[in-house]
């Protein structure tokens, strides 16, 4: 990886790229540091490091921003809320789904998208808003007492504005990444993001041995193992396929003849990404954020305080709901991706076949039965990754030895794949460059 990165250094046209990429990551960062008017949120944060909230995992995905109030507190969110949402509209309304058939129709859906992107970071800007000022975490008067009247209504307007401004300013800064960097935007942007809490990682790593020694020595070590062997782990998994072989008839258009190759259909076995487990744990995220709204009113050791000690990271029915949600969100994704029929229906208009199986509804049959066997395959792996640190976390508890590792499945996931699909992207730019064309 990293000669790969030396190699389109050299690269004058990628050098532009990478330098206007870092450019972006930067002012992306630097936006993550200004604060916005009138938050005055404390040192601690909206929400410990450690906790299981959503508002954690948004501060995640904004690298602490979201925790401080600051510009680009809602991040890349809401712009990858609405693409899901709209993909998911896609296969209900026939009318979307025309659209992403051409040029024209994608740029419609990229418009459509912006739309809906500002139209949820409005909402969660007003969300974000009625949470802080309930928290007390506005700016006060001299004397220490909060504002009343017009002053809250025309605080709430300049947050809500600057907020969702800053959001929008991220999904340029993304587009802007895709037209002129090298890499995906959005993913890089929550890379960059992910990336700035490492320090808190090896914070949580290093401080118990600091403090405490002895067996935080042994703990430690095996806690920075597993991290680089679960990272191996996930380069193995993506790029892991079941290719379905097929085999092209010989058929003669005039005077030439075509077909009659063998080709592959290839299969991801991690075909959903980190998509279902963003999901699952988005949902599980859900009663622990709801409890923070009603910690006041509900007693301990009563049936409200059991019911939400369940969705705990360190409790065993949050890791086997998050374990099934998981493989539920990855059958659910895999059949938007891959419809069956109409991939035989491809395969048989290209005079193609699967060796062995008739064309038609069995082969429509086999490619749904292999799909379903490596999309709950994919989720096993995948799940693997994502319970990872929720068992490292109660295994340790259970020996009285705690430690927590902040860097989440979800996060080792994303840092990982983007990085794989921007030296990808990167080596397939070096090999255009380097093509000799039949004039050479």
Request: with cysteine; hydrophobic share 50%.
């Amino acid at each position: 990886m990293l000669k790969t990165f030396i190699n389109a250094w050299k690269i004058a046209d990628l050098r532009k790229k990478m330098l206007y990429t870092i450019m972006i990551i930067f002012l992306f960062r630097l936006g993550c540091a200004i604060p916005v008017p009138f938050i005055n949120i404390a040192n601690e944060g909206l929400v410990s490091a450690d906790s299981n909230t959503f508002l954690n995992y948004l501060s995640m995905m904004t690298g602490d921003a979201f925790n401080y109030g600051r510009l680009f507190a809602l991040g890349i969110t809401p712009y990858i809320n609405a693409s899901i949402i709209l993909q998911l509209l896609a296969v209900a309304i026939p009318a979307l789904e025309k659209l992403s058939h051409d040029e024209e129709g994608r740029k419609k859906m990229a418009t459509i998208t912006r739309y809906v992107t500002v139209g949820l970071a409005l909402l969660q800007s007003v969300a974000y808003y009625v949470y802080i000022w309930s928290q007390g975490m506005l700016i006060t008067n001299k004397d220490g007492s909060a504002y009343t009247g017009f002053p809250v209504v025309f605080m709430g307007v300049v947050v809500v504005s600057v907020l969702t401004a800053g959001s929008a300013l991220v999904m340029w800064l993304g587009e802007q990444i895709n037209d002129k960097g090298i890499g995906n935007g959005i993913s890089l942007i929550l890379f960059a993001g992910i990336v700035s809490r490492l320090p808190t990682t090896v914070y949580s790593l290093v401080m118990p041995i600091w403090y405490q020694g002895g067996w935080y020595y042994l703990i430690s070590t095996l806690a920075i193992i597993s991290l680089l062997a679960m990272i191996a782990y996930i380069v193995w998994m993506d790029a892991a396929e079941r290719r379905i072989p097929v085999q092209y008839a010989k058929r003669v258009v005039g005077r030439k003849m075509y077909g009659g190759q063998n080709s592959n259909i290839p299969i991801k076995v991690n075909m959903s990404g980190v998509l279902p487990v963003i999901f699952a744990s988005s949902i599980l995220s859900l009663p622990p954020t709801i409890k923070m709204f009603v910690q006041n009113k509900i007693e301990e050791g009563k049936f409200w305080d059991k019911f939400f000690g369940l969705f705990d990271s360190t409790h065993w029915v949050y890791g086997i709901i998050y374990f099934l949600l998981i493989i539920f969100f990855a059958y659910f994704y895999a059949s938007i991706q891959y419809n069956p029929v109409e991939m035989a229906n491809n395969l048989s208009k290209n005079s193609g076949m699967i060796p062995g199986i008739r064309s038609g509804k069995p082969t429509a049959d086999y490619i749904a039965k292999i799909i379903s066997k490596i999309v709950l395959l994919g989720a096993l792996m995948l799940s693997v990754v994502a319970l990872y640190p929720v068992l490292f976390t109660q295994i340790t508890t259970a020996v009285g030895k705690p430690i927590n590792v902040a860097i989440g499945g979800t996060s080792i996931i994303i840092l990982v794949g983007v990085a794989l699909e921007t030296v990808q992207q990167i080596e397939s730019q070096m090999m255009m460059r380097h093509y000799k064309g039949f004039l050479d």
